[in-house]
């Protein structure tokens, strides 16, 4: 089967050829013809299998005729990451180069200003991610009445990154009738139960069993002690042809540490984590798409959905926690048919991992030896962190007698001094005690001072009151007898009545 049997416009299938494309995908093939139908579909499929084209070919038919009003969408696309975001709005713009259809691209690390200015025009197709979204639905910038196509793609990881219920939250916007389509690489309970709030009657596609590795990454494990990981990879870089590569770890700190020794070890490395500004993670990828970075020590970050072709080899330096994880990060080589490999870097203490990957993907994972590099086991039982614990075998861990005895001699120690921290304790409450006592007979003798100093103030009051009292009191006014008033000698001369 070729593009033209699918039923596309003569516009897309021109643009397809000139991108290059021949052959849809398995997954190209089932979808493309239920979206161009009208119905809701739920696929299911491992990453780098072209889900993404297998929505953005028939929606630039179906939004070809028509034309959107300003900040009222025609149609929106939730993405997980702003990689991913963008990496779909290349693809609209490479697939609808001759449609007229109108995009934006709603993320964060972008000005608000420029994306308003793009809303007000009118978008046909938005793709945001959820959090962006909704800042810009909270200032009235984007009206979700005109949203007929509605598509979620990478639905597990937005139930990983917690985005959930902000989809849920977008989707009860949505007041007209639409279609629904609906990606997840793996299809756990939750995502089922999603699936079927939102989808009507969806047609079901699954391309390969959920959360297997392609067929075309050759994998391989070795198993190092922790202290000899950064030894064993570069070990593995001078063995062996590496034309490009990925570097998972599962912390953003322990991407700077690696690649910061990748570089001083002579490799041409760079680094790409959340923390990043936006503008430095799309030129960092671009840089690593154009040949100009040859490894790029990444997080998760870059695990779902980044399309970069011919990458060769992917390293997992720190074993995923989550077994779906290794499905993620392996799909980013041996995309598009071409040949891939994916090495894992393992120490003792990930056994009970690399059994959970082993259960989840059906087969067991080839271990290899690296040249100059000690060997190890895996140990299922034993887990991260400090503690010592049990073999299968019941027996103790080497040098188990001699750390049980240390820690005995440790506790002894620790016990003495909390012994002498409680006698140093006591004598010092007891000085405390007796300088309380001191400071409680100055406390107090100061009051009886100040009591003394209140009482003789309110005392002399009382006197100055009293004398103004005796002084004013009618009794003590002389008698003038029948002395009319105004001639008694108590009145000024000027004052006096005169006769007459």
Same mark, same amino acid.
């Given at each position: 089967?070729?593009?033209?049997?699918?039923?596309?416009?003569?516009?897309?299938?021109?643009?397809?050829?000139?991108?290059?494309?021949?052959?849809?995908?398995?997954?190209?093939?089932?979808?493309?013809?239920?979206?161009?139908?009208?119905?809701?579909?739920?696929?299911?499929?491992?990453?780098?299998?072209?889900?993404?084209?297998?929505?953005?070919?028939?929606?630039?038919?179906?939004?070809?005729?028509?034309?959107?009003?300003?900040?009222?969408?025609?149609?929106?696309?939730?993405?997980?990451?702003?990689?991913?975001?963008?990496?779909?709005?290349?693809?609209?713009?490479?697939?609808?180069?001759?449609?007229?259809?109108?995009?934006?691209?709603?993320?964060?690390?972008?000005?608000?200003?420029?994306?308003?200015?793009?809303?007000?025009?009118?978008?046909?197709?938005?793709?945001?991610?959820?959090?962006?979204?909704?800042?810009?639905?909270?200032?009235?910038?984007?009206?979700?009445?005109?949203?007929?196509?509605?598509?979620?793609?990478?639905?597990?990881?937005?139930?990983?990154?917690?985005?959930?219920?902000?989809?849920?939250?977008?989707?009860?916007?949505?007041?007209?009738?639409?279609?629904?389509?609906?990606? *997840?690489?793996?299809?756990?309970?939750?995502?089922?139960?999603?699936?079927?709030?939102?989808?009507?009657?969806?047609?079901?596609?699954?391309?390969?069993?959920?959360?297997?590795?392609?067929?075309?990454?050759?994998?391989?494990?070795?198993?190092?002690?922790?202290?000899?990981?950064?030894?064993?990879?570069?070990?593995?870089?001078?063995?062996?042809?590496?034309?490009?590569?990925?570097?998972?770890?599962?912390?953003?700190?322990?991407?700077?540490?690696?690649?910061?020794?990748?570089?001083?070890?002579?490799?041409?490395?760079?680094?790409?984590?959340?923390?990043?500004?936006?503008?430095?993670?799309?030129?960092?990828?671009?840089?690593?798409?154009?040949?100009?970075?040859?490894?790029?020590?990444?997080?998760?970050?870059?695990?779902?959905?980044?399309?970069?072709?011919?990458?060769?080899?992917?390293?997992?330096?720190?074993?995923?926690?989550?077994?779906?994880?290794?499905?993620?990060?392996?799909?980013?080589?041996?995309?598009?048919?071409?040949?891939?490999?994916?090495?894992?870097?393992?120490?003792?203490?990930?056994?009970?991992?690399?059994?959970?990957?082993?259960?989840?993907?059906?087969?067991?994972?080839?271990?290899?030896?690296?040249?100059?590099?000690?060997?190890?086991?895996?140990?299922?039982?034993?887990?991260?962190?400090?503690?010592?614990?049990?073999?299968?075998?019941?027996?103790?861990?080497?040098?188990?007698?001699?750390?049980?005895? *240390?820690?005995?001699?440790?506790?002894?120690?620790?016990?003495?001094?909390?012994?002498?921290?409680?006698?140093?304790?006591?004598?010092?409450?007891?000085?405390?005690?007796?300088?309380?006592?001191?400071?409680?007979?100055?406390?107090?003798?100061?009051?009886?001072?100040?009591?003394?100093?209140?009482?003789?103030?309110?005392?002399?009051?009382?006197?100055?009151?009293?004398?103004?009292?005796?002084?004013?009191?009618?009794?003590?006014?002389?008698?003038?007898?029948?002395?009319?008033?105004?001639?008694?000698?108590?009145?000024?001369?000027?004052?006096?009545?005169?006769?007459?």
């Amino acid at each position: 089967m070729s593009f033209p049997d699918l039923g596309l416009s003569e516009g897309v299938l021109r643009a397809v050829a000139e991108a290059g494309y021949e052959h849809p995908t398995p997954i190209q093939k089932q979808a493309i013809p239920q979206v161009l139908m009208g119905r809701d579909v739920l696929g299911c499929a491992q990453t780098g299998t072209g889900k993404t084209a297998g929505f953005t070919l028939p929606m630039i038919d179906i939004l070809s005729q028509g034309h959107a009003k300003a900040r009222m969408p025609r149609s929106l696309i939730l993405e997980p990451t702003r990689e991913l975001a963008a990496q779909v709005a290349d693809a609209f713009e490479v697939y609808g180069k001759y449609s007229k259809l109108t995009t934006a691209l709603l993320i964060g690390g972008v000005s608000f200003t420029e994306q308003f200015q793009k809303l007000d025009r009118g978008a046909d197709v938005l793709i945001a991610t959820p959090g962006r979204l909704l800042d810009h639905c909270e200032r009235g910038k984007v009206l979700m009445n005109d949203v007929g196509f509605l598509v979620i793609d990478e639905a597990d990881r937005m139930l990983d990154m917690g985005f959930i219920p902000d989809v849920e939250r977008i989707v009860g916007m949505i007041t007209r009738k639409h279609q629904t389509l609906f990606f *997840s690489a793996t299809m756990p309970p939750e995502i089922r139960r999603l699936a079927d709030r939102f989808l009507k009657e969806p047609k079901e596609i699954s391309v390969s069993p959920p959360a297997t590795a392609a067929e075309t990454v050759e994998q391989a494990m070795t198993v190092v002690p922790p202290r000899d990981k950064r030894a064993a990879l570069r070990a593995f870089l001078r063995t062996q042809v590496v034309k490009n590569a990925l570097l998972f770890c599962n912390r953003k700190r322990d991407v700077g540490v690696l690649h910061r020794s990748l570089e001083r070890h002579g490799y041409n490395a760079a680094a790409l984590h959340g923390d990043l500004e936006q503008w430095q993670r799309m030129e960092t990828l671009d840089k690593f798409k154009a040949g100009d970075i040859r490894l790029l020590v990444c997080s998760d970050v870059a695990a779902r959905g980044l399309d970069i072709p011919a990458v060769s080899h992917v390293f997992n330096f720190d074993v995923p926690t989550h077994a779906e994880d290794y499905v993620h990060r392996i799909g980013r080589t041996g995309r598009a048919g071409l040949k891939g490999h994916a090495m894992t870097l393992a120490t003792p203490e990930d056994g009970k991992y690399i059994a959970s990957i082993e259960r989840l993907i059906g087969t067991r994972i080839p271990r290899v030896d690296i040249a100059d590099v000690a060997g190890a086991e895996l140990d299922e039982e034993t887990r991260k962190g400090r503690g010592g614990g049990r073999r299968r075998s019941g027996k103790p861990a080497p040098n188990q007698g001699r750390k049980e005895e *240390s820690r005995k001699q440790e506790g002894r120690k620790e016990e003495g001094r909390k012994e002498e921290g409680r006698k140093q304790d006591g004598r010092e409450q007891d000085g405390h005690k007796q300088d309380g006592h001191k400071q409680d007979g100055r406390k107090q003798e100061s009051r009886k001072q100040e009591h003394r100093k209140q009482g003789g103030r309110h005392k002399g009051a009382e006197g100055k009151r009293d004398s103004r009292r005796q002084r004013d009191r009618i009794e003590d006014a002389p008698d003038h007898g029948d002395t009319p008033f105004g001639k008694t000698d108590q009145v000024p001369a000027f004052l006096k009545r005169t006769s007459g």
